[in-house]
């Protein structure tokens, strides 16, 4: 709890000063006014994290994230539960989505077993990915809480030090999730903490049809009605109803925001992790970048109640950390407009008239 | 015109073969249907342009092509027209907002002057710039026509030039544009070939107010009741109401067609010349790509009539290339999703039930 505390208290909002300063230099760049729009916007929010007029962007690492969910055993994924184990040996051997788009990025991808159901020691062993094993899969959260409230601070700690950890090598974060059933717990969160209806944050996830759409609306009602989580109280409501992965996120959100580093949130389980870290520490949101707008439909009530706006809207809904990574190289244009890009009176260029 | 008229004829549709090839592969990947939404669009329409299931975009160029408008002198614009010439060498000196963004896309920035007035010899004897002189800027489009049918048939030819000798070692084109007073001929543009109302189609262009916006409605209203351009002949449209830097830009974009190259579309005046490409050569448009969704009104109108949905939504509105640049990066994730990410065979991961 110690971490957690001391992590929390770390956090402070972006500066005010480097925002204007980076404002001013923007406004004077041989271009209409503000013609380069969002990513301008974005320029400004990289000054205010990182206190510089030359935010550095250049090492980046997608950490994604994986575990199992209990409530898988409901039937609400199209996938079986081994798919979450298989996929981390797939990040391993370089053939996942988050692979390809992480070279794209020219970023690293870190993974981390949260608590996958099976046995990942090999790849533990071999250094291979980072182990912060809390459990081997939550319990089913329609009897009950997911994990145990020391659980929660746990992945919350945990991913804190993955962040700490990298920290010294990493400019800026991408987050990303495996873990089949976590849309199911991502719903669940977003519920709980802005009091939306299941229904309208509850989407198909991995693909399921009608029926099954149906019947997960109602998974997700029964574990809000038996857990009643607190929505004010973030460790309860990752307790009662969230994910160990998701509970990594939120802590690695939190150690980006203490060490003053961006990190940009995926889709739509990686944004529950997001929520959990602004109920925790609201001025964490300020070192949040929102990637893209998921196919889920809950991902913009998310979104909304961050105060986020989207980068991209691709119709993505696969996670990993793949919107992150895609993300990646628009923060590095931010980065390089403001530092890059000649004023009018560098580059003597006449100004408008009038 | 023979130039002209071969290249056209060298254009054929997208492969449907290969098209369908990567569909295929594409379904097969570890990851739900189509999970990773418009990239995988983008991959098909990639392996359909190059004929490959491996579709190079490694060799990437920017072309900003620039020139002047006699419709400067009516007062449409913020800047002097001094400005374009400029801003050409801002571009050489690697201080545009074009060139940060080229960096972040590993993109080399090929500058054309395409008919800037003013004098460019040194930049042009120094070999850092092409030159495709047209003329010293348009005639005023409100008095007659912009510029000859001939001069029309030299841009063109000049663009397929620039893109045939970039062709050996670009893999993949962006268009890019500067020219004071170049919204308004492309707002005439898009106005002759979609028929729609010249105010519909007319934004504020470097920021005008208000009253400004008003007087350049008219203006591009005079100039269309005064040359009647032939929607039906793009020749006819780009000789009286286009520009030189935009019959380039269409050039460029019949030459990367013809040679089953993608072309990425920027901002209004790059895509106005790829509706006058459009206009000449319907199937040109299965090789364009569009970049993003401008904050000039018109732009969109643009896109439908192309039937083209942008990958971006950024508020930009600078040009030059800077939304093209920015979209090669989604270019390579959708081709390196294509060719880097494991199938479920391959990778042996569970399939979805029933």
Not at 224 to 250: M, Q, R, T, W, Y
Not at 279 to 297: F, G, N, R, T, W
Not at 338 to 347: N, R, W
Request: hydrophobic share 45%; glycine share 12%; proline share 3%.
């Amino acid at each position: 709890m110690d971490l957690l505390k001391t992590t929390i208290g770390q956090i402070v909002a972006q500066d005010s000063g480097f925002r204007d300063k980076a404002r001013t230099r923007l406004e004077q760049l041989t271009m209409p006014y503000w013609a380069l729009g969002r990513l301008m916007d974005l320029a400004v929010d990289l000054a205010g994290m990182t206190r510089s007029m030359n935010p550095k962007v250049e090492r980046r690492a997608v950490v994604t994230m994986a575990a199992d969910h209990g409530v898988a055993a409901e039937g609400v994924s199209r996938y079986p539960q081994e798919v979450t184990l298989q996929m981390v040996h797939n990040f391993v051997n370089g053939g996942a989505g988050i692979n390809a788009l992480a070279r794209v990025a020219n970023a690293r991808v870190v993974v981390v077993d949260m608590g996958v159901a099976g046995d990942l020691s090999e790849l533990s062993q071999a250094g291979r990915i980072i182990t912060k094993r809390v459990g081997s899969g939550t319990q089913n959260m329609i009897c009950g809480p997911a994990m145990t409230r020391e659980q929660a601070v746990r992945c919350l700690e945990a991913g804190i030090e993955v962040a700490f950890d990298l920290g010294a090598g990493t400019d800026i974060f991408g987050t990303g999730d495996m873990g089949i059933g976590n849309t199911t717990s991502a719903s669940a969160v977003v519920a709980a903490i802005t009091a939306k209806s299941v229904e309208t944050v509850t989407g198909r996830g991995t693909g399921i049809e009608n029926g099954q759409l149906h019947h997960k609306v109602e998974m997700i009602e029964k574990s809000l009605a038996v857990n009643k989580p607190d929505p004010d109280d973030g460790l309860d409501v990752l307790s009662k109803v969230g994910g160990f992965e998701i509970g990594g996120i939120a802590g690695l959100v939190l150690g980006a925001a203490a060490m003053r580093r961006p990190v940009i949130l995926d889709g739509f389980p990686a944004t529950a992790g997001a929520l959990i870290a602004r109920c925790l520490a609201p001025l964490s949101a300020d070192y949040m970048i929102a990637a893209h707008k998921s196919v889920e439909c809950g991902h913009q009530a998310m979104l909304a109640h961050l105060g986020k706006t989207p980068l991209l809207d691709l119709d993505l809904r696969l996670g990993e950390g793949t919107g992150a990574a895609l993300a990646m190289t628009l923060v590095e244009a931010a980065a390089r407009i403001l530092t890059e890009v000649a004023t009018f009176d560098e580059a003597a260029v006449s100004k408008a008239k009038g």
